[in-house]
């Protein structure tokens, strides 16, 4: 990670189904991930993106084409259900400090604000949270995860959002 912190908040939350429109400046998921990724353009340790669920694939299939980034032997096995609220935990966490060394390289409070406008983004499209299923690589009684890149360190969340047929993902990677 770039180690440089950022005071950027969320300014507003994305509508998920805008993945299936034309992708325009307008769309609030181009706007919200620009934001997002300002934060992080020196560094290709974060990825981050909101896809279209192809219907007839797994959604771990759809992922794993959209990202050369993920394993190829990646399975189901290798994720965890988790709460929306989690979820939320989660991001924020990786977010607010590196995986090697637990540096800050963003601000606490501004990590759960990314985090939570992530996840209540997903939690809006239906007006609740029952169409979106969050997944991780990450054990969280233990703190243990399931590798899903290359990298000595890797985190990733996913959203899968059934009634806006999209998935949005955060894989964020650190070496030590």
């Known amino acids: 990670m770039s180690g440089r912190k950022n005071d950027t908040v969320p300014s507003h939350n994305f509508e998920p189904s805008d993945i299936h429109g ?3 400046a307008e769309s609030s998921i181009t ?3 620009g934001t997002f990724r300002r934060l992080w353009r020196v560094d290709s340790s974060v990825h981050i993106n909101i896809i279209p ?3 007839e694939r797994p959604w771990l299939v759809t992922l794993k084409n ?3 980034e ?3 032997d990646v399975e189901m096995d290798d994720w965890s259900e988790v709460q929306p609220a989690a979820a939320i935990e989660c991001i924020g966490n990786k977010l607010h400090k590196t995986m090697a060394y637990s540096v800050e390289v963003m601000d606490e409070q501004i990590a759960r604000s990314w985090a939570r ?3 209540e983004s997903f939690a ?3 007006g609740s949270s029952g169409a979106v299923t969050w997944y991780t690589n990450v054990d969280l009684e233990d703190n243990s995860w399931n590798p899903v890149t290359e990298s000595t360190f890797d985190f990733c969340v996913v959203g899968v959002d059934t009634a806006s047929k999209s998935i949005g993902f955060l ?3 650190d070496e030590d």
């Open 66 to 68: 959209s990202n050369n």
């Open 31 to 33: 706007q919200w991930l």
């Open 117 to 119: 406008s992530l996840v």
């Open 124 to 126: 809006a499209s239906d």
């Open 70 to 72: 993920f394993l190829g």
């Open 171 to 173: 894989l964020m990677t």
């Open 22 to 24: 034309k992708s325009t």
């Open 53 to 55: 669920l192809e219907e």
